[in-house]
C-alpha cells in the first residue's frame, strides 16, 4: 500500500540564548523573502530557475547558507503559485473587484514569524534524547530540546521524512514536520455508515451517532457576537485580540473534526464497515439557507471535517465513498418515496408515501449509506473481468 502524509507538531523548548538566536533567524528569512517576493513581483514572477538567477547571490552575501537561500527562493514562489491558484478558484473576488485588484497590485509579503522549511541538511533529530540541532544565521544551535504527545513521538520516529517548517507561534517555536505513514490494507466492509453534515448537527451517522448540537452552535453564537464587539472598537488592542481569537477558534474547530471523525471511524473498524460520506465539493453553493444560517454553514470547517475523516480511514484501513447528496433529505429511507414535502422541518421527517415517523438528518444518513453500498459494489463489479 502506499504512504500517506500526515503532519506532527512538536514544541522546542529553547534555552533563552537558543530562542533568540531562533527568532533572529525567522525574522531575516522573512524579511529577505520579502525582498525576494518584491524582485519576484516586478519580473513578473519567473520560475523558480530565474528566480534564483536574480535573487541567490544576494542572500548569500546577507549571511544565509546555501540550503537556507534555496528554501527561502523555493518558499517564496510556493507563496505565488498559492495566490494564482486562489485568484483563479475566485477566492479573492471577480476580475475588476477591489478585493482582488488589492491582492494583485502588490507583491506577497511574510509575517516576521512565519514558517521556514528546513531540510535534512539544515535540521537534524535526535530522538533518544529529544533534541534537534538546527541551523540558525547565528551558526548551528545543538541539543535544542522539544516535546509533543506520545502518540505524536509514535508517528514521528519511525515515519518522519522531508521537510519541517519552523514557526513561531505567541512568542513560542514549533516544528510542523512531515511524516510518511504506511497506509493499512483496507478491508471487505461489512455495510456502510452514512455521515450526513449539517447545521443544527454538524455530522449525523446511520448507527445513531450525532455531533455537535445546542452546544457547539451556543459556542459558535457566543464568538460571533465576540467578534462583531470587538470589530466596532476599530483598535490596534482590538485586532491583536481579534487574531488571537480567530486562533483560539480554529484550534477548538479542528479539535472538534478530530473528535467527531475519530467516533466516526473507530466505530466502523470497529463493526467492518465501510464510511459513506456526501460530497463536500460546493456544499456552501448548493446549500440554500435562510441569513441567519448562513453564519453558521460558514463558520464551520466542513472540508477540514472531510480530509479528517479520510486520513483516519486511510490509517486504519476502513474503505471510504463519496456519494452524491442530492435529495437524500427528502428520501425515505425505509420505502424510496421522494417529496419535499416529507422534511417537515430542520429536525422532522414525516414520510408521505409510508408514513414513516424519523429524524430528518438520520434518515438522511441511511440514506448516504444506501447509496454508498451501491457506489462500493458498482466499483467492485467493474473490477471483475469480463467473460470471455
Known amino acids: 500500500m502506499p504512504d500517506m502524509k500526515i503532519v506532527t507538531q512538536v514544541k522546542l523548548m529553547p534555552e533563552a540564548d537558543q530562542a533568540a538566536a531562533l527568532g533572529a533567524t525567522l525574522r531575516t528569512v522573512n524579511d529577505l523573502a520579502c525582498r525576494v517576493s518584491a524582485v519576484a513581483f516586478a519580473h513578473g514572477v519567473p520560475r523558480e530557475y530565474e528566480l534564483r538567477r536574480h535573487t541567490y547571490a544576494h542572500l548569500r552575501e ?3 547558507g546555501a540550503q537556507a ?15 494564482h491558484a486562489n485568484i483563479r478558484a475566485g477566492n479573492y473576488g471577480k476580475p475588476g473587484s477591489k478585493r482582488r485588484r488589492k ?36 551558526g548551528r544551535l545543538k541539543g535544542v530540546r522539544f516535546t509533543c504527545s506520545a502518540e505524536a513521538f509514535k508517528v514521528l520516529q519511525p515515519y518522519r ?3 519541517s517548517d519552523l514557526i513561531e507561534r505567541d512568542g513560542v517555536f514549533y516544528l510542523i514536520a512531515t511524516c510518511e505513514v504506511p497506509e493499512a490494507e483496507r478491508y471487505e466492509p461489512d455495510g456502510f455508515i452514512g455521515v450526513d453534515l449539517g447545521i443544527e448537527n454538524i455530522a449525523t451517522a446511520s448507527t445513531g451517532y450525532l455531533a455537535a448540537g445546542r452546544g457547539l452552535n451556543r459556542y459558535r453564537k457566543r464568538q460571533l457576537a465576540l467578534r462583531a464587539k470587538l470589530q466596532k472598537k476599530r483598535t490596534k488592542s482590538a485586532k491583536r485580540r481579534l487574531k488571537a481569537r480567530a486562533r483560539k477558534e480554529a484550534r477548538h474547530a479542528a479539535n472538534q473534526n ?21 460530497e463536500l465539493k460546493g456544499i456552501r453553493q448548493r446549500v440554500r439557507l435562510r441569513k441567519p444560517q448562513r453564519v453558521a454553514l460558514h463558520s464551520w470547517a466542513f472540508a477540514q471535517l472531510g480530509d479528517f475523516i479520510v486520513y483516519k480511514a486511510r490509517r486504519a484501513g476502513v474503505p471510504l465513498v463519496f456519494v452524491d447528496p442530492a435529495y437524500t433529505s427528502q428520501t425515505c429511507a425505509e420505502c424510496g418515496h421522494v417529496d419535499k414535502r416529507n422534511r ?15 429524524h430528518a438528518d438520520r434518515n438522511s444518513s441511511h440514506n448516504i449509506a444506501t447509496r454508498g453500498e451501491s457506489v462500493w459494489n458498482a466499483g467492485r463489479e467493474s473490477r471483475v473481468p469480463a467473460t470471455p
Do not use: M, N
Open 258 to 278: 478530530h473528535i467527531i471523525s475519530k467516533t466516526i471511524v473507530t466505530e466502523a473498524e470497529r463493526t467492518s464497515a465501510g464510511i459513506s460520506l456526501e
Open 69 to 83: 537561500a534555496q528554501h527561502v527562493i523555493k518558499k517564496v514562489r510556493d507563496a505565488y503559485t498559492t495566490l
Open 344 to 358: 417537515v422541518d430542520q429536525g422532522l421527517f414525516i414520510c408521505r408515501g409510508c408514513g414513516v415517523v424519523a
Open 62 to 64: 546577507q549571511g544565509l
Open 103 to 138: 491582492v494583485e497590485s502588490k507583491p506577497v509579503a511574510f509575517r516576521p514569524g512565519a514558517g521556514q522549511p528546513y531540510d535534512d541538511r539544515c535540521l537534524s533529530w535526535q530522538y533518544d534524547q529529544q533534541t534537534v540541532s538546527i541551523w540558525t544565521t547565528a
Open 161 to 163: 521524512k522531508g521537510e
